[in-house]
């Protein structure tokens, strides 16, 4: 790893745990172990250390997304394979997306720039599976796909939630679940059902 | 109807158009054709009026539920009927909520305290449609009780929307019966996708 992506790395464990605002240039170098000149010799400022740190994570999150396209039989094991990568991911606070709303106004439309290309993607693979006879013919695939980016709000929202009576694991995983099964075929359900009869398996 | 239910109804279409900041009490009488005399004679001031007509708002939509859960066989029609009275009715402007929060606290917390009760409701609901075979008994009834509720921020959010692709109704309907159809059995999917087949054969 390169000291770049070194500091990337540590910067984005520390943003999504504190938010952006409350991490300081200083608070990253000296939690790397390296001189405040250094940092500056790599990164203009903050802004460029986060926008580093989101262009990585949606490459990442693409690159997976053509990976488990290419292996997969069809658009329901694309879905599940992705809820599976997910589900164990750390998400970030809310003072994270806070500050990206409050302070990095550039980046924010970066962020939504990001969503309204996803929606196409998302467009693009729900027709796949029509085509494929595993996702309904009568789906409306532009609402679809609206609920589908929409659902990192809801994520937000709960977080906002005095006592939530689940973990954000459960709320992702059953909002998700919910959503493929909507919109899946009779064949598409199958796999899906296959798929929690043996997770209920695993857990027992 | 009375002067005073005369009075809540036109200011609900009033608030739903313009939001609650830009109708005044002035603008209400007039558009009823009384004095503003008589119009405070019968509330207090405008929160009053806000508070009456939010308040039977929530008992028509309670009223409504009780009476088709009694002319319903399962949970899924209760639903699917629930969705056919919503759909095409009127939802409110955005500047109508973005008031209530800015300038209603009291209201505002009113509001999310009504949410809190309902969630216990559709969770009772969800528990008897698992009991009579037409929900999946391994749904975390907390998440879908909560994803219920969030279904109006989604529409909040798609208000902001640019350019949305979608009408609300389409948003509304997809958003719904896609919920629907992935919390139910095979029996339950069996009773929503004979009623998606009808609609499409209405529209032709």
Chains 1, 2 share one sequence.
Do not use: C, W
Request: charged share 25%.
């Amino acid at each position: 790893m390169t000291l770049k992506e070194r500091i990337v790395r540590r910067a984005g464990t520390l943003f999504y745990q504190y938010g952006i605002k409350n991490v300081s240039m200083d608070d990253l170098a000296s939690s790397l172990g390296i001189s405040k000149r250094t940092l500056y010799e790599n990164f203009r400022d903050k802004e460029e250390v986060l926008l580093t740190y989101l262009a990585g994570k949606r490459d990442e999150r693409n690159n997976k997304i053509v990976e488990v396209i290419n292996r997969s039989e069809n658009m329901i094991e694309v879905f599940l394979y992705l809820i599976e990568y997910h589900k164990n991911k750390d998400l970030p606070s809310i003072k994270f997306y806070e500050d990206i709303y409050k302070y990095y106004p550039r980046i924010y439309k970066l962020i939504q720039q990001d969503v309204e290309n996803n929606k196409i993607h998302i467009k693009t693979y729900l027709q796949q599976g029509i085509d494929q006879g595993y996702i309904r013919g009568n789906l409306n695939v532009d609402v679809a796909a609206f609920l589908v980016e929409e659902s990192t709000y809801t994520y937000i929202r709960a977080a906002y939630l005095e006592k939530p009576p689940f973990s954000f694991q459960q709320l992702f995983f059953t909002m998700m679940v919910n959503f493929i099964r909507g919109i899946s075929t009779y064949k598409g359900i199958q796999i899906i059902d296959d798929y929690l009869t043996n997770k209920t398996n695993e857990n027992n």
